[in-house]
């Protein structure tokens, strides 16, 4: 029944959460666990802090998903919004029309981003935008008359989004066995991840070993059929997975030698998370297309956008046509103020640069100590991402039997004193915004501590 506050039109929280258990759908989340459990009622932020509508304040680790880098409250970013809204709020970049902001941030987008990367196709989000990488690499092997490359060698674990060819792309079985592994054409090979993975191997081995998986799924499935590799600099959303430094240059080298196209997926790593514009600089990878989103307005309003290389730009301006692809919100002019403003303020104030000299270094010294909890088999952390392992025993680094559950129990219990961290399955992972101070930092880690210790009381 709907209580009186409602007939009024004023909800408290359980007006709320009763609500939201009988209408809303959230995306990843079990549906009916809604009913039973409520969910929290996030209500208005600032800076690194959240409040819920019980006034309960919390550090936010994960900045929003991966992306509010500039953190809450800015000003200038809402004012760029309303000052677009009212010029023009809408307006389409379809048959031969445009809006200067769209320009304005292609132009700043080739400035940023790595040297041949000098043209913007926008879209909405991650997911549309690697769905568009997808037609972009297979038009561009139809175009140069080898329509048979159309198989994209990707990873497992990764996530390029929830689309139907997103999920596909991705590398995440339990998406693919809720009957969503629709389209053909799309292979995985192992993800660098050398604690769950790497069986006591060098660390450096390991790394090479598994770039050398692309070799040898080129080989077996013939050179003349793959078209392109796609990877995160650093898997983020498959549980933070920094890649042994001899990875991507043994990746680098295998697409150029075969000639196949090189996809970084920047929806987490670009605009600074890693210390560097782009986690392609980071790792000196020469990718020919970027998929970009997230980071890009700070999570301030929805925009994606696939950068595009001149190797692909060329066949597809000089030889391509039409490109009969595109959405309605491409370009869209006040999403676009806003993620200009948002890349003027990144440069303004130096923000990648803090990153790099201070913040991440930083987080790396006090996150690291995480890795002498008892709870804990491995801390790491690159840029302003990190990760710490949940382990059953220490020594041996033997996980706990029910997967999972020790994860969610620690980001419970997070949630509940103040701190959002995610879970992915035992690994709990940070990617806090990248404006944090180092005392911040402090109160970040020490909160952690804790609750790793109130964690392993309720394990035990
Ligand atoms: N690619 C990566 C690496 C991501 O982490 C995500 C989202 O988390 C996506 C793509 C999908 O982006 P979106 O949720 O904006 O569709």
Partial sequence: MPSANRDQGTYDTADYQAADGRHHLHPFTDFKSLRSRGTRVITRAQGIYLWDSEGH???DAMAGLWCVNLGYGREELAQAAYTQMQALPYYNSFFQTTTQPAIKLAEK????SPESLNHAF?????????DTIIRMVRRYWQLLEQPQKTVIISRNNAYHGSTVAATSLGGMRYMHDQNSLAIEDFVHIDQPYWFGEGGGRPVEAFGLAVAQQLESKILELGVNRVAAFIAEPVQGAGGVIIPPASYWPEIQRICDHYGILLIADEVICGFGRLGAWFGSDHFGIRPDLMTI??????GYLPIGGVLVGD???GVLIDQGGEFAHGFTYSGHPTTAAVALKN????QREQIIETVAAQTAPYLEAAWGKLGEHPLVGEARSLGLLGAIELVKDKQSRIRFDDKGSAGALCRDICFDNGLVMRAVGDTMVISPPLVITTAEIDELVEKASRCLDKTLAAIN
């Fill in 311 to 313: 190797r692909v730009a």
């Fill in 57 to 59: 304040k919390m550090l």
């Fill in 109 to 112: 987008l080739a400035e940023v």
């Fill in 293 to 298: 989103a997230k980071g890009l307005s700070s």
């Fill in 343 to 346: 890349l003027e303020i990144l």
């Fill in 122 to 130: 926008f879209t909405g989000s991650g997911s549309e935008s690697n």
